[in-house]
């Protein structure tokens, strides 16, 4: 935080401020907890439609949370309902969904919604000239699937819709939406001088402080709650932790530039039965014969040297992710 003290000067005191749109999801109530020990002010957004309110009531126990947090509502349909939670912000964080699962909508239509709103919110953090940096969040998946028989994928790669479709049984609206929505994000900040980065995280894994269960927690424990047919192995994962450090690094990081990945294990299915038979074999476990029935593809890395590179650190592994969201969902009643 001193070097964009440095470059911006101070805000309010010795705080800068900073927005994170869809405060009460898994990634998102993580980096707000994560900021206010950073010592900033977070500003953040929910859902304000009656039929998808958000239950945000948990922000307000986080240390911090009362003299430093303020929440406000907003809906992605109309993104000038943002500028009062962006205005006076240095930082934007992009963590707001797009999509109603339950709701089956084409992938034209997500798709549109999703790039619709987020150019809205970049024209609104442009107008708004107390912004200096914007931090999208995309998806790993935007690279993971060009359909190039390669061993490693960095920030170069971009997935082909088609691929997508294929490879992914479910979600795969949501990956294309994802893919197609970092594309125009970036094209809209060159285009207009805008500081604007993309993080690409794998599959979130570790404990969480929303009261819902997570999407990616559901699928890296997918075996535990009886669906083996919505993920494919071997998994890229990244802990939770790291995911919310990566996006505060490339806050603070002077001059990062582009796409980001942020992945850190690939676990295989004998990795978790093996692991979860040792450390929790009072759960019920499928057997590792029945396993093999869930589909497999081939191994390969989905590279985060350039976020390394720039001097980022992961801190945890498998154990750390795999022992948190167990833990976790067995405290919230989900195991």
């Known amino acids: 935080m001193e070097e964009r003290k440095r470059k911006y000067g101070q805000m309010e005191g010795d705080k800068e401020r900073v927005c994170v749109m869809g405060g009460a999801g898994y990634i998102a109530s993580w980096l707000i907890m994560r ?7 977070v500003n953040t957004t929910v859902r304000s439609e009656p039929e998808h309110k958000e239950d945000s009531s948990f922000l307000a126990s986080l240390p911090g949370a009362t003299q430093n947090l303020k929440v406000f509502n907003a809906n992605l349909s109309n993104p000038e309902s ?17 999509i109603d699962y339950d ?26 000239r107390t912004v200096k940096r914007v931090v999208y969040t995309a998806s ?8 190039k028989d390669v061993d490693v994928v960095d920030e170069s790669f971009w997935s082909n819709p088609d691929c997508i479709r ?3 049984q479910a979600g795969a609206s949501y990956a294309i939406s994802k893919l197609l929505t970092e594309r125009a994000a970036l094209e ?10 993309t993080i690409l995280p794998s599959y979130v894994v570790g404990p969480f402080i929303c009261p819902q ?3 990616s927690v559901y699928v890296a424990l997918a075996i535990l709650f009886g669906n083996k047919d919505i993920v494919e192995y071997p998994v890229h994962t990244v802990h939770v932790d790291d995911v919310a450090r990566a996006f505060i690094f490339l806050l603070e990081h002077f001059n990062p530039k582009g796409r980001y990945i942020c992945s850190s294990e690939v676990v295989n299915i004998e990795r978790i039965f093996e692991f979860l038979s040792e450390k929790y074999p009072k759960l019920e476990i499928p057997t590792l014969d029945s396993l093999k029935e869930i589909r497999c593809c081939k191994h390969f890395e989905i590279s985060s040297k350039k976020l390394m590179d720039a001097g980022f650190k992961f801190k945890y592994g498998f154990n750390e992710m795999y022992d948190g969201v167990i833990q976790c969902c067995k405290e919230k009643g989900y195991l």
């Open 140 to 147: 790993a998946s935007a690279v993971a699937y060009s359909g």
């Open 188 to 197: 809209f900040a060159e285009q207009n001088g805008m500081d604007c980065v």
């Open 213 to 215: 269960l997570p999407g």
């Open 35 to 41: 900021l206010l020990e950073n010592g900033y002010l």
């Open 103 to 128: 709701k089956r909508e084409s992938e034209e239509i997500v798709t549109k919604r999703s790039i619709d709103a987020t150019l809205g919110i970049l024209r609104a953090c442009q107008n708004i």
């Open 82 to 98: 943002f500028n009062a939670a962006i205005e006076g912000c240095t930082a934007v964080f992009h963590l707001a969904p797009t």
């Open 166 to 168: 294929v490879r992914m």
